[in-house]
C-alpha cells in the first residue's frame, strides 16, 4: 500500500465525462416549447444524482421535490402542493451544507416562481401549456423563420441560385446575411447532439457567392395603394420589398445619401464588403420601389403630409443616435462617437489615423467596429476600454478576438471618469478607474465594483465613445407616437402602432439597438399586417422544390469552421476579412444537417412553412 | 424505374414508391401501424421498419423510396427484434383490457400484437390516465391511444376542423382536444372519421345500447326503431355476409328478433323530406329575391354543425326542413301514436344510423316533441347495432327475410339513396321535377349528380322552372373549399348537397370499421343498385307518404308540416356562437 497514489482517470470516470459533456450538448440543443417542470425535474434529478448523501436536506429533501414534481405532472396533486414544495425547497436552501443542495433546491423556488402558471394548468387542468410549435430548431430561432433546412439541401445539390430564392421568401437580403448576421440558428441546432452545429451562415455564403443577379420574382396585380417606409435599412427595405411583391405602391424615405442603414452606416466593408451591399439593394429596387433619400422627417417633409398622401406609413427609422458618457471632459475635441465617425465611413469618408493613439470605450459589436477600423485607418495604437471583464462583453467573442489579433489592446476592468484636455481644449488621455468584478446582477451579469486601486491614465489623441445608441425621436414628438422611457417608440407585435390608423413601427426604433436579421422579421411581420390592414391577403412563396431529405448517419464529424485571412495583411485593408468555403468544405458541411424538417417531428407538423 | 430486391426478390418500381408500398404488391405485407396512406405518413411507430444493407439503423418502409440498388430485408433478426420490441413498447403504454374494450376483434393493434406472437411484456405496463367525457358522442380513452396520430391528420387534412391535437411535450406527449379545450367546447362536428380512422379503442362513439335494452325491457313502453338508408349496406360487414345475402329483409328479421315493437325505415321520412325540401326549394326557386342563395341541404348533423361554426352567416340558407332522422321521430310522436292511440310519452323512439354527429342532432333542443321530449329518443350507430345483435346471439345467417312494418316502414328508390354522396340532390330534382312540369322525368336524368368525386357541379333544365345548377359535395375540407368559393362569388349555384364524411354517409363516422380501407364507394354502389331495382323510384309516389298528406299533413309547407317537420337551425348555438354571445 503506497502512502500517495498520482490521480489518473479510470476508465468509468473517463466515460462519466464525456457523459457531462454530451448532458452539455443535449441542453444546448434544447428546442424551444417544452414543458417547464418537466425540465425542473429531470435537471433536479441530475442533481439529485450528485449529491454526497450526508445531509438530510440535500440527500432525501431533492428526491421528495422530484417526487412532488412528478406528481403535479402526472395530474395527481392538488393546489396545496404548491405551498409544500416551496416549503420542502426553502428548507434545503436554508439548511443544506453546500453548494450540491443549496443551488438544486434555489432553481426550484424560482420556477415555482417563474412558471406558476404552468403549475396551475398541470395540477387544475392536467394539461400542460408547453408544446412544439416550431420543431426545426433553427427555424424556430430564427427571427423572420428563414427555411434553412431547404436551403442547406439546396446547396448541398448544388442550386445556388433556388437557394437564395428560398431564402428570399422569408429574408430579402441573402446577401448581407451571408456576411454578417449573428446567426441564431446555429445555437440550438440538433447537430450540437452529435457534434457540433452546422456552419449555417457559410453555407448561406457559398450561395449568394455562386449566384448572380437572381431574378426577383413577380409582383401581384397592383392594389393602387400607397405606402411610405420611413428608414431604408434593412427592416424598411425587408417592408418595401414584400409590400411591394404584393402590389402595393412603396416610397421609401431615407434621411442619409444612401440605403442601407446600420449594414452601411454600421458595420464597416470588411466585414459586408459594398459592392454585395449594393448589389443586394439593387435587385430589391429593380422591384419597383420608389427611394427618396437625404430626406428628413420633420424638416423636409412632415409626418402629417406623409400620414395624409399614403394608405399606410411603415417607421422603421433604426437607432442612429450615440449616447454619451456623462463623465467630464467628454466635451473635448477629439471625443467623437462611434455612430459619427462610421457613418463617415459608410458614406466613403475614410479619416487618417496614421500615428495616432485611440481610445475606443465600450464593448459591444459597435466598439469593435470602431476598434478595428481605427486599426484600418492608420492608428499606431487602439485601446478598447471596458469596465467589466471580456467574457462579459456584449460584442460577439471572435469580434473580441478578431480585433486582439490585428493589434488591437482591450483594458478591461477599467471604468472612465474622466477626458483630460490639453490647453487647447483637445484631449490628452482618458482617465479610468480600476474596478473589481462583483456580485451577479438580476441580469445574469457580473457587476464591477472600484477596486482599491489608483486611477489609470490612457493617453488619447483620440477617444471614440461606443457605449451604446439612441433612436433620433426628432420629428415625431408630437404625432402621437408614444416614446418609451428608454426611448423607443412603442408598437406591438404585430408592428401596430397603438391609437394610430394605418401607422406600423418596428426594428431597431422599437426594440433598441439589436440585429439586421431581428429588423428584417420586424419587415417581414410588418408588410404582412399591413397588407390585411388593407383588406388583402396576398402569400408570399417561393417556387422552390426542396430536394427529398437522404439517409444520413450520425457518425460525429467535425464542423467546417469559417476561416479568416491573416491578422497581419487584414489589419491594412478594408477588404473582407472573411474567407468563403471551398466547394468540398460546402458539400461536407451541408451533408452534416440532419434534416430535423422531415426526421422526427418535422414530417408530421411544422417542418416547413410553404407560404405566409 | 428504379431496381432493388426485397428479400431477394427483385424489383423494378417508379421512382417515389415507398418500401412498402413496393413490398406489398409482390405480396409481401410489411408490419405496420400508424400508417395511413397519404394522409398519415409519419413512421411514429416505427413498426414498418426494415433493413437495407449498406445503411447502419434501420429505415421505416412507409415514408421512405425505393432507391436504385437497395438490398432490403424485411424479416432480418435485426428487424424482427426491433418491431417486436417497438409493439411491446406501445403496449407498455396501452390499456390492453381487450375483453372490455368496444374494438375488442377489430382492432390493428391487437390484430398486430396476435400476429407478432406478442405474449407477454417485459416491461412495466403504465398507460395514461384517462378522463371520460359522455356527455359528447364521441369518446376518448387516453389509455388506449398509441399516439399514432391518425385522428390529428383525419382532421387536419380531411376534415380541416383541427379539433385534436398534440398535447404536452417530452415523455408526457399526447393527443387531446386542440388549444387545452374540452371537446364539448370546441366546434368539432361530432362527424366520427377520427373514430373511424382509430386503430385503437382509443376513440370511439358513445356507446348507447344499454338505454336500448333498458326501453326494451320494459313492458310499459312501445319501442321503435327507424334504419337509416347507408345502414342497410352495412349492418353484416362483422358478421362476413356477401352483399347479395345481407338484405334489407334479412336485417328487419334481425331487429325484430331483438324485440323491437315497431320496426321502420328511415328511407319513409326521406320521401317525406324530399317531399318537403324540394317543394321548399320550389317555394324559393320561384321568389328568388325572398331568399338568399344557395339553398343547402339539412339532413346532415356535421354539415349543420360546421356551417353554424366555420360560416354562420349562411345559416338561413339551409334548407328549413328537418333531417330524416328528426322528421321519422316527429311523425312517430305524432301521426303514428295517435293513429295506434299511445301515449307519445310512453314511446321510445331508436334510430340506427351510420353517424355519430345524428347522437347530437337528437339532443337539440329544438328537437323535442309537443310534451319536450326528444322526438328520437337514442340513435345507435351502425356498429353498436351490430353488438345488439351480438349480445343478444342472433344469427343473421340463419334469418329468413322480413318486411318493415306499416305505416312508416316504405321508401322508395329515391330514399335509399340519401346514403350515398349526391343522392339527397338526385331524389330532390326527381321530385322537384315532377311538382314543377306535372310529370315524372326519367329516374335517372340526373345521373351527373352521382359517382364518388368530392366536388360535383351540374346543371339541369326543369320545364316550367328553368334552368337549375346544382352542386354536391362531401367530406368538410371539400365543403370548406366550396363555401369559400361562394363566399368570394366564384361559384354560382342554386341547390347544394353537402355530406360532412367522404362518400357521404355510406362513409360516415358510424359504419363499421376496416383498417386503412376506405368503404364509402363500395357501399354506395349498393345503395344506387337498391334504387335501380325499386319499383317505385319517387318519392312522391310513395303510397304512405301520400296518405300522411291526405290523412295528417295536407301538403307540403302547410302549418302542421311546418311545426312538426321544419326547424329554426338559428334557435341553438354551436359552442364558439355561445362564447361570442357570452363575451
Redesign the interface.
Known amino acids: 500500500m503506497s502512502r500517495l497514489d498520482i490521480k489518473t482517470p479510470i476508465q468509468a470516470q473517463a466515460v462519466v465525462d464525456q457523459l457531462y459533456q454530451n448532458v452539455e450538448r443535449r441542453i444546448a440543443a434544447s428546442p424551444p ?3 417547464p417542470i ?2 425542473a425535474l429531470n435537471f433536479l434529478n441530475l442533481c439529485h444524482a450528485q449529491t454526497c448523501g450526508k445531509c438530510v436536506p440535500c440527500r432525501i429533501g431533492l428526491g421528495q421535490l422530484s417526487e412532488m414534481l412528478q406528481e403535479v ?3 395527481e396533486a392538488n393546489m396545496r402542493i404548491l405551498h409544500r414544495i416551496q416549503v420542502t425547497a426553502q428548507t434545503i436552501v436554508d439548511t443544506a451544507d453546500c453548494a450540491i443542495g443549496i443551488n438544486a433546491a434555489q432553481l426550484v423556488l424560482m420556477g415555482l416562481k417563474s412558471f406558476q402558471d404552468d403549475y396551475e ?1 398541470h395540477i387544475l ?8 410549435k416550431n420543431p426545426v430548431p433553427c427555424v424556430a430561432l430564427c427571427p423572420a423563420g428563414v427555411d434553412i433546412p431547404g436551403y442547406i439541401a439546396l446547396v448541398r445539390e448544388g442550386r445556388y441560385d433556388d437557394a437564395v430564392r428560398l431564402i428570399r421568401k422569408d429574408n430579402p437580403l441573402p446577401a448581407s446575411c451571408a456576411y454578417i448576421c449573428e446567426h441564431p440558428c446555429e445555437a440550438r441546432c440538433r447537430r450540437n447532439m452529435v457534434d457540433d452545429p452546422i456552419n449555417i451562415r457559410a453555407l448561406k455564403r457559398f450561395a449568394v457567392d455562386h449566384t448572380e443577379n437572381v431574378p426577383q420574382p413577380e409582383c401581384a396585380k397592383s392594389t393602387g395603394k400607397k405606402i411610405a417606409v420611413i428608414g431604408g435599412g434593412p427592416g424598411g427595405l425587408s417592408a418595401a420589398y414584400y409590400l411591394t411583391l404584393m402590389g402595393h405602391k412603396v416610397t421609401i424615405y431615407e434621411s442619409r445619401k444612401q440605403l442601407g442603414g446600420m449594414m452601411r452606416y454600421g458595420i464597416p466593408d470588411y466585414r459586408l464588403p459594398r459592392e454585395k451591399l449594393d448589389e443586394e439593394i439593387d435587385s430589391i429596387l429593380t422591384l419597383g420601389i420608389q427611394t427618396r433619400t437625404g430626406v428628413e422627417i420633420g424638416k423636409d417633409i412632415t409626418f402629417d403630409e406623409l400620414k395624409r398622401s399614403y394608405d399606410c406609413l411603415y417607421l422603421s427609422i433604426g437607432a442612429h443616435t450615440d449616447k454619451k458618457t456623462g463623465i467630464p471632459g467628454e466635451d473635448s475635441q477629439g471625443v467623437v462617437s462611434a455612430v459619427e465617425l462610421l457613418r463617415h465611413i459608410g458614406d466613403g469618408e475614410k479619416p487618417d489615423f496614421s500615428g495616432q493613439n485611440i481610445v475606443v470605450i465600450g464593448g459591444g459589436n459597435v466598439a469593435m467596429d470602431v476598434t478595428r477600423s481605427a486599426i484600418r485607418l492608420g492608428a499606431r495604437k487602439v485601446s478598447c476600454v471596458y469596465r467589466r471583464r471580456q467574457e462579459d462583453m456584449t460584442a460577439q467573442q471572435d469580434e473580441v478576438e478578431g480585433a486582439i489579433a490585428e493589434g488591437a489592446e482591450v483594458l478591461t476592468l477599467e471604468a472612465p471618469i474622466r477626458i483630460e484636455a490639453d490647453q487647447e481644449g483637445h484631449v490628452a488621455a482618458l482617465w479610468t478607474q480600476p474596478q473589481i468584478i462583483g456580485e451577479v446582477d438580476a441580469q445574469g451579469r457580473p457587476r464591477p465594483n472600484t477596486a482599491e486601486v489608483p486611477e489609470k491614465r490612457i493617453p488619447a489623441d483620440l477617444v471614440i465613445v461606443a457605449i451604446g445608441q439612441g433612436i433620433e425621436t426628432h420629428g415625431f414628438e408630437q404625432t402621437g407616437i408614444k416614446i418609451q422611457r428608454r426611448g423607443t417608440m412603442l408598437a406591438d407585435s404585430s408592428t401596430r402602432v397603438p391609437d394610430m390608423e394605418g401607422v406600423f413601427a418596428g426594428g431597431d426604433c422599437v426594440t433598441g439597438p439589436a440585429t439586421v436579421i431581428r429588423a428584417i422579421a420586424a419587415g417581414k411581420v410588418a408588410a404582412a399586417n399591413i397588407d390585411e390592414y388593407l383588406g388583402f391577403h396576398h402569400e408570399i412563396k417561393a417556387d422552390v422544390q426542396v430536394p ?1 431529405p437522404k ?1 444520413y ?2 457518425k460525429p464529424r467535425g464542423r467546417v469552421d469559417t476561416k479568416e485571412r491573416d491578422a497581419f495583411e487584414r489589419k491594412s485593408d478594408f477588404d473582407c476579412i472573411e474567407c468563403g468555403l471551398s466547394l468540398e468544405e460546402t458539400q461536407q458541411e451541408s451533408s452534416r444537417c440532419l434534416r430535423c424538417d422531415h426526421f422526427g417531428y418535422g ?3 411544422g417542418g416547413r412553412v410553404e407560404k405566409w | 424505374m428504379v431496381n432493388a430486391t426485397i428479400d431477394g426478390r427483385p424489383i423494378s418500381v417508379e421512382e417515389g414508391t415507398t418500401i412498402l408500398q413496393a413490398a406489398n404488391d409482390i405480396g409481401i405485407g410489411i408490419p405496420h401501424l400508424c400508417f395511413l396512406k397519404e394522409i398519415n ?4 411507430c416505427r413498426i414498418c421498419v426494415v433493413e437495407v444493407e449498406g ?3 434501420l ?1 421505416p418502409s412507409c ?3 425505393v432507391l436504385e440498388g437497395m438490398v432490403i430485408h424485411t424479416n432480418s433478426p435485426r428487424v424482427r427484434q426491433a418491431r417486436r420490441t417497438n409493439l411491446r413498447l406501445i403496449l407498455s403504454q396501452h390499456d390492453s383490457n381487450c375483453t372490455t374494450c368496444i374494438r375488442n376483434g377489430n382492432c390493428a393493434l391487437q390484430k398486430l400484437s396476435g400476429y407478432l406472437n406478442i405474449h407477454y411484456q417485459p416491461y412495466k405496463v403504465n398507460p395514461e ?1 384517462s ?1 371520460v367525457d359522455l356527455d359528447v358522442p364521441v369518446v376518448r380513452e387516453a389509455s388506449k391511444c398509441i399516439k399514432c ?1 391518425r385522428c390529428v391528420q383525419i382532421c387536419d387534412k380531411i376534415q380541416t376542423m383541427k379539433i385534436w ?8 406527449t399526447t393527443v ?1 382536444v386542440s388549444f ?1 379545450r374540452q371537446l364539448r367546447d370546441t366546434d368539432c362536428t361530432y362527424c366520427g372519421q377520427c373514430v373511424t380512422h382509430c386503430p385503437t379503442g382509443a376513440l370511439t362513439a358513445r356507446d348507447d345500447t344499454n338505454r336500448v335494452f333498458h326501453a326494451l325491457a320494459d313492458p310499459e313502453i312501445t319501442t321503435i326503431v327507424q334504419v337509416a338508408p347507408a345502414v342497410r349496406v352495412a349492418w353484416a360487414e362483422a358478421f362476413n355476409l356477401s352483399p347479395d345475402y345481407a338484405t334489407t329483409g334479412r336485417m328487419v328479421a334481425a331487429l325484430r328478433q331483438v324485440g323491437f315493437d315497431y320496426i321502420f325505415d328511415t328511407n319513409f321520412a326521406a320521401d317525406l323530406t324530399i317531399m318537403e325540401e324540394g317543394s321548399e326549394f320550389l317555394e324559393r326557386f320561384t321568389h328568388r329575391n325572398r331568399y338568399r342563395w344557395p339553398m343547402f341541404t339539412s339532413c346532415c348533423p356535421g354539415w349543420v354543425r360546421f356551417l353554424k361554426s366555420q360560416f354562420p352567416a349562411y345559416t338561413e340558407n339551409l334548407s328549413t326542413a328537418k333531417s330524416p332522422q328528426q322528421m321519422f321521430g316527429a311523425i312517430a310522436k305524432s301521426y303514428f301514436a295517435e293513429k295506434k292511440g299511445i301515449d307519445p310519452s310512453k314511446l321510445f323512439v331508436v334510430s340506427i344510423m351510420p353517424c355519430t354527429s345524428k347522437k347530437a342532432e337528437c339532443e337539440l333542443p329544438t328537437m323535442k316533441d309537443a310534451a319536450g321530449d326528444p322526438d328520437v329518443d337514442v340513435v345507435l350507430t351502425t356498429r353498436e347495432f351490430t353488438r345488439l345483435l351480438r349480445s343478444d346471439h342472433v344469427v343473421p345467417f340463419d334469418l329468413k327475410e322480413e318486411s318493415f312494418d306499416s305505416p312508416l316502414g316504405s321508401g322508395s328508390g329515391a330514399a335509399v339513396i340519401f346514403g350515398a354522396t349526391g343522392g339527397v340532390m338526385d331524389a330532390a330534382l326527381r321530385s322537384a321535377y315532377y311538382l314543377v312540369a306535372g310529370k315524372n322525368p326519367n329516374p335517372d336524368a340526373f345521373k351527373a349528380v352521382r359517382g364518388d368525386k368530392a366536388w360535383k357541379e351540374a346543371n339541369f333544365t326543369i320545364p316550367g322552372a328553368g334552368e337549375v345548377k346544382v352542386a354536391v359535395v362531401s367530406g368538410l375540407g371539400n365543403t370548406r373549399k366550396l363555401m369559400e368559393a361562394v363566399d368570394k362569388g366564384q361559384v354560382d349555384y342554386d341547390f347544394v348537397e353537402v355530406m360532412a364524411c367522404p362518400g357521404g354517409c355510406a362513409g360516415g363516422g358510424g359504419q363499421p370499421i376496416h383498417n386503412e380501407q376506405e368503404m364509402a364507394a363500395e357501399r354506395g354502389e349498393l345503395l344506387w343498385k337498391l334504387d335501380a331495382n325499386s319499383k317505385i323510384r319517387f318519392s312522391h309516389e310513395n303510397p304512405d307518404i301520400t296518405v300522411l298528406y291526405r290523412e295528417y299533413l295536407g301538403k307540403p309547407l302547410w302549418k302542421k308540416s311546418h311545426t312538426l317537420l321544419h326547424t329554426d337551425h338559428s334557435a341553438w348555438q354551436v359552442p364558439s356562437q355561445k362564447s361570442h354571445s357570452e363575451a
Not at chain 1, 125 to 132: I, K, N
Open positions: 416549447g417544452l414543458c418537466d425540465m405532472l402526472d395530474g394548468e387542468h392536467h394539461r400542460c401549456l408547453g408544446s412544439l427529398a439517409f448517419d450520425l414530417i408530421f407538423k | 405518413e409519419i413512421a411514429a445503411t447502419d439503423r429505415i415514408n421512405n423510396a390516465r378522463h396520430m391535437d398534440v398535447s404536452g411535450t417530452g415523455s408526457r387531446d387545452n
